[in-house]
């Protein structure tokens, strides 16, 4: 059974600096792209960076030069580090992960249960 737990969420004030973390466990044979989403109360889940296996990333314009994304392959981990962050990026952060496991060998998405983030103005 695949798992991504999430940790690092909570409430910052505008302008300052939150690090999220999703950890995939399991039978995992290998991961290809990983990367994170976000959900405001009534939207939809937008992408907000994405990284592959090689480390190539893209980025939403929207957090572009404030956002970065990283992994550990090692650890099958990535990284959000989030700076300057405003009110408007108040959501719930969810972790993707694009993965092969031992009880599902065909590529799928796998997705973490979900991180709030809320900015104060």
């Known amino acids: 059974q695949v798992q991504l737990v999430e940790s690092g969420g909570g409430l910052v004030q505008a302008g300052g600096s939150l690090r999220l973390s999703c950890a995939a466990s399991g039978s995992i044979l290998r991961i290809n792209d990983m990367g994170w989403y976000r959900q405001a109360p009534g939207n939809q889940r937008d992408l907000v960076a994405v990284i592959s296996s090689g480390g190539s990333t893209n980025y939403a314009d929207s957090v572009k030069g404030r956002f970065t994304i990283s992994r550990d392959n090692a650890k099958n981990t990535v990284y959000l580090q989030m700076n300057s962050l405003k009110p408007e990026d108040t959501a719930v952060y969810y972790c993707?992960?694009?993965?092969?496991?031992?009880?599902?060998?065909?590529?799928?998405?796998?997705w973490g249960q979900g991180t709030q983030v809320t900015v104060s103005s």
């Open positions: 993707n992960a694009v993965l092969s496991s031992a009880y599902a060998p065909a590529f799928r998405g796998y």
